[in-house]
């Protein structure tokens, strides 16, 4: 009896032996799929800290990300900079700051994903079936919630500071399963800061520095300045120029400013940042008007509009980089040569989405507005 139940888990070991599934390694040139789990595999779940040092737990690399929620746009432009975005961000919000979304030109099913409306409620978040929604932490409290309670994991991040660049770089460089890619973008941001930094010792002379947003409200043209701790007024800082409107009061958003504010300001640079119109033209204009003749900036030459494309390079956008780098050779260019911005800018859309000189010619530079050599 007992070499009858010896030959029988033998032969029970040579079937399941030959029902597995062998393990194979892809190479370089075999593209990684998704299968379903054989009893030869193990099923490993991924654990994310989010920016809002919430612990989220994925059974395995999520397939379809959706994203969503205000200002989400800037979170779509940085998780393009992975190439696994293509395939697995499936949906967004079919919006742009000005005429053309970035996205489209990255992505040829671009038409078939940007279609949740603005504010999207949940109804739309399951017709998308993610298995993860991406979003902004400053949408937690109005969008998590109802999102969270019908089983969709969510992972929020921030991408407003800097600082929060390397952080939020490495969050999806574990959604994506790509930590190598969020280390060679953190490593890229902070080479050019570093680049910066080496060229303007502290002891320089920082000059007074005013960032100003034109827009019209209530048919009337309006003047703001950005709250202390926002990105526009870290590029300031980061650029060894001194904040003329420190003295503001804090606030949620942008503060609107007299002119005779600026006025009693007078710094001895100026920076017109315009989302909805071509910057170069209003700081025409400001040129000629009476009121602004005044102003030391303008008499001197220092008024100027801040750069642009698609988006505009003052903001916690991807392009950020843009603007500090273009910010400092404005303040600095004797130590920073205004000749290198333009190979800078085709450098950037290059490592940072992939997009040949060609492309960059046809796309990329008839967008671009502003004071730049």
Known sequence: MRDR??????????????????????????PQTTAPATLTETVQSLIITDALGRTVTLDALPQRIVV??????????????????????????????????????????????????????VEQFVSAEPDLVVMKSSNAEKYGGPIEAINIPVVYVDFETPEQYARDLDILGKIFGNTQRAEELAAYYQGKVDVINAALPAEVTRPSTLMLQYALKD??????????????????????????WSDVQPSSGWTTV?????????????LIVAYNNDPSAIVGSL???????????????????????????????????????????????????????????????????????????????PALQGDLP
Not at 82 to 110: C, H, K, M, T
């Open 258 to 270: 007299t002119i005779e504010q600026i006025a009693a300001w007078d710094p001895d640079v100026i």
């Open 68 to 121: 969503t929620g205000k200002a989400s746009i800037m979170v779509l432009d940085a998780m393009y900079m992975f190439p696994e975005a293509r395939e697995r961000v499936v949906a967004f919000e079919d919006f742009a700051q000005g005429d053309v979304n970035f996205i489209s030109l990255l992505d040829p099913n671009y038409a078939e994903k940007a279609w949740l409306q603005r504010d999207a409620g």
């Open 219 to 244: 048919g009337a043209v309006a003047f703001t300045v950005p709250p202390l701790s926002w990105m526009q007024t870290r590029l300031v800082e980061m650029a060894c120029g001194t904040v003329a």
């Open 287 to 365: 040129k000629e008007d009476a009121q602004w003749k005044t102003l030391r900036a303008v008499q001197n030459g220092k008024l100027y509009g801040f750069p642009k494309d698609l988006y505009s390079w003052d903001q916690p956008d991807t392009r950020w980089v843009l603007g500090l780098q273009w910010l400092a050779t404005v303040l600095y260019p004797e130590r920073l040569k205004p000749e290198n911005l333009m190979p800078a800018v085709q450098e950037f859309y290059q490592f940072a989405y992939g997009i040949d000189s060609a492309t960059f010619e046809a796309q990329i530079k």
């Open 5 to 30: 139940w010896i030959v029988m888990a033998l032969l029970i070991t040579l079937l399941l032996s030959a029902c597995a599934s062998p393990n194979v390694t892809p190479t370089a040139t075999q």
